[in-house]
């Protein structure tokens, strides 16, 4: 390389580093939104929520307005902030849902594959046709459960299988949890009715080791965690994360003050890889940035920073509803509301993209007295119309 070109790249190097260092520092003082704050005071004021992280961006990086509302640690009067680490629950949902589609974008599966096809066993399903206290008949599948029919809530499976329910939601490994899901039958035939549950997204996180080769948490590790830089997200948070995570808060009894709560539903200690396994359903835990980063890439259509994730279709396919006749608004692992797509989870982190318009809304908080739902869509209501400003 001549020294006239070495400093030509140099300098191209030092435009770039401060372009991105301005865009970072616009990005730290983005301001709080005043009408985002007047919104979700009133749940802090009356201990119904108590603490939150939003972010209104759009799809270019650019965050418009960030608010810091309350307390991740009340007892301590500890500030909530972006450092924060957040339980992500049903969150997770969405990775399963890409991970099937950057399968489908490599031809390596279809949608309406039967999910037997990859695990035979799973072609023994039977349906309940009458049930009481006394006695259950069963009978045949009419048509196969298909992948679709997992990543839509459509399958006809309870929301956790048998195995679960008996000794916990991450204490086996997905295989043994998609095979014993056949002990447990259909509530009803695939495609009949709706009924939201993890026990589908498990089964095709297991589609996603046998087809890819690898484990369901190397998938998502290597295919979206680390090439979109999200450092922090993982089914296994650590000592420091797990000192950074925000306390689950809902109201006492006397409706004067905050009640801690616990994420019972996985098991202590998190950070054990030796006993517990990947929930695809719920078991995340991520932090804004990290969320963020994924949701500027559903907002980009798929791509990121000159990386494509997921092809134009696959993401046609994730912002359309997915559960035929009974027509609810439900995708691939990504809830429909409003014009947005994405996903929120049992404490009430929320992340929104509006495709039309390029929003990105993140609504993260850990609420456990089940106000969450309310308060995120106030927020989305106000956040769509500040943005539109």
Avoid at 63 to 85: F, M, Q, T
Avoid at 149 to 177: C, I
Avoid at 364 to 369: A, L, R
Wanted: charged share 20%.
């Amino acid at each position: 390389m001549t020294k006239q070109r070495y400093c030509i790249l140099a300098a191209a190097l030092l435009l770039s580093l401060a372009a991105c260092s301005k865009n970072q520092a616009a990005n730290d003082e983005a301001p709080a939104s005043p009408e985002v704050t007047a919104t979700l005071q009133p749940y802090l004021d009356s201990y119904k929520l108590a603490g939150m992280v939003t972010i209104i961006a759009d799809k270019t990086g650019k965050v418009h307005y960030r608010n810091l509302l309350g307390y991740a640690d009340v007892e301590n009067k500890k500030p909530i902030s972006e450092d924060n680490v957040f339980w992500c629950a049903s969150m997770s949902k969405m990775f399963v849902g890409a991970s099937i589609m950057m399968l489908v974008d490599e031809g390596k599966v279809s949608l309406d594959d039967p999910v037997a096809k990859y695990i035979p066993e799973l072609g023994k399903w039977m349906v309940i046709a009458e049930k009481d206290n006394n006695h259950v008949l069963l009978k045949p599948l009419e048509q196969p459960v298909t992948l679709r029919h997992l990543l839509s809530h459509t399958s006809g499976l309870t929301f956790l299988s048998e195995l679960q329910q008996t000794v916990g939601a991450d204490t086996t490994p997905l295989k043994a949890r998609a095979l014993s899901s056949v002990t447990g039958p259909l509530q009803w035939q695939p495609g009949e009715k709706y009924q939201y549950g993890n026990q589908g997204m498990n089964i095709a996180a297991r589609v996603v080791e046998i087809v890819s080769g690898m484990p369901y948490e190397e998938f998502l590790q290597k295919r979206f965690f680390d090439p979109l830089g999200m450092t922090g997200t993982t089914f296994w948070p650590n000592d420091a994360q797990i000192a950074r995570l925000a306390g689950a808060y809902g109201p006492n009894k006397e409706k004067n003050g905050y009640q801690k709560g616990d994420i019972s539903f996985l098991t202590k200690p998190y950070s054990d890889r030796l006993h517990r396994f990947p929930e695809a359903g719920g078991g995340l835990f991520s932090t804004t940035h990290d969320m963020f980063r994924y949701g500027l890439m559903l907002a980009n259509n798929g791509e990121l920073d000159g990386k494509r994730y997921l092809s134009a279709t696959a993401m046609d396919e994730l912002r359309k509803e997915q559960t035929g006749k009974t027509k609810v608004n439900y995708s691939l692992g990504y809830h429909l509301r409003n014009g947005m797509f994405g996903h929120d989870g049992a404490y009430g982190t929320d992340l929104s993209v509006n495709p039309r318009t390029g929003m990105v809304a993140l609504f993260m908080v850990q609420c456990t007295g089940g106000d969450q739902w309310k308060a995120r869509d106030e927020f989305l209501k106000t956040a769509t119309a500040v943005f539109a400003k």
